[in-house]
């Protein structure tokens, strides 16, 4: 998986650095100040550019990691007839038979103990 974010990622960010490689280049040629000066933003707007794809290409793609090996996680328990699957940290519920879903319990419990009930 990671492999396919991988260079698909790497192809769009390529197209992005090449653009501003050729901004660059041209900066470097110019001598006229306004000129260089529109190029000047443009690189900027660029780079930024660049730093915000990365950031949210990574952000998304994790994402879909998750929702896949969620969704192996179902198949799995379906499968093997397991009735929980925790993930690598405390904090990580991967997959469950939904004969364990005890959230509308939870609620009342959380409402009640809220409201100073016991």
Excluded: W
């Excluded at 443009?42 to 780079?47: H, K, L, Q, T, V």
């Amino acid at each position: 998986m990671s492999k396919e974010i991988n260079s698909k990622g790497n192809i769009l960010l390529e197209k992005k650095k090449n653009r501003l490689d050729s901004l660059n280049a041209l900066f470097e040629k110019t001598s006229q100040s306004d000129v260089k000066l529109a190029l000047m933003k443009e690189i900027i707007n660029g780079r930024q550019e660049i730093e915000a794809f990365s950031n949210n290409y990574m952000l998304e793609e994790s994402q879909k990691i998750n929702d896949r090996l969620r969704g192996y996680g179902t198949d799995f328990i379906k499968d093997k007839k397991y009735k929980i699957i925790l993930g690598t940290d405390s904090h990580t519920l991967i997959a469950y038979d939904d004969a364990l879903d005890v959230t509308d319990e939870f609620i009342i419990y959380i409402n009640s103990r809220y409201e100073g009930n016991r």
